[in-house]
């Protein structure tokens, strides 16, 4: 052990946090471009996994690896934590079973865009409301987007009656949350770059998959439908 902590302090110094005392925590606050990352990382995030994404950015508020703006940091709250928690893990297992993944993702089209923008926004806050108007409509944009790109890319892979490619698609959505948030807060223009590159990628496939997108947006009007007669 005594071998293995100077490995990881010196990998945690490689990806851009500083370790002292067996803690780790962020080097500076947050800048415009980081800010403007942190938003649009929430926000397209949030379109996969929304409770990963507020127990991840509470997690390393909480750690110290992060400083949240003030609008952000009720999420590393230990109520938040917990709940955030344990609904990442009730996700993840629901994400992995064909079917029960397209019905979770249509229950929670009615969440996960507005908290999207609701997070992207909290990145200003109150005491900058233009910045955060664009950064509500941007994360809401990119929730929105992500969200349908799963949720196409899902009706089409659960058509294969084996689950393994459910399974792959699914570990490569959890992996690619962390990967997204972790980018916006060490590298913000790599981010931008990146984020470019998603967004094109999600108009190629939903342009190829049109007719997986009608139907998965023919579920979505039935579902809301439903929700407004019981309302």
Do not use: C
Request: glycine fraction near 10%; hydrophobic fraction near 60%.
């Amino acid at each position: 052990m005594d071998l293995l902590w100077p490995a990881i302090v010196q990998w945690l110094h490689t990806v851009g946090l500083q370790v002292d005392a067996g803690a780790a925590r962020a080097t500076a606050q947050l800048d415009m471009p980081g800010l403007l990352a942190l938003a649009a990382a929430l926000g397209w995030a949030s379109g996969f996994r929304l409770y990963a994404v507020v127990f991840l950015v509470g997690g390393m508020g909480a750690a110290g690896w992060l400083v949240l703006p003030p609008g952000l940091q009720v999420l590393q709250h230990p109520a938040v934590l917990i709940v955030s928690g344990f609904m990442l893990l009730v996700e993840f297992f629901a994400d992995k079973v064909p079917w029960l993944d397209s019905a979770w993702d249509a229950l929670h089209t009615v969440i996960r865009v507005p908290a999207g923008a609701l997070l992207a926004a909290s990145v200003f806050g109150a005491d900058n409301a233009t910045m955060a108007v664009v950064a509500g409509l941007l994360g809401g944009s990119l929730s929105a987007t992500a969200l349908a790109t799963k949720m196409t890319t899902r009706a089409a892979i659960n058509t294969s009656p084996e689950p393994f490619s459910n399974w792959g698609l699914s570990f490569l959505e959890d992996g690619l949350v962390v990967a997204v948030v972790w980018l916006a807060t060490q590298y913000p223009l790599w981010f931008g770059v990146v984020l470019v590159i998603m967004l094109i990628a999600s108009a190629l496939l939903l342009v190829l998959l049109s007719s997986f997108l009608r139907a998965v947006i023919g579920r979505v009007s039935s579902f809301l439908s439903g929700t407004a007669k019981v309302a």
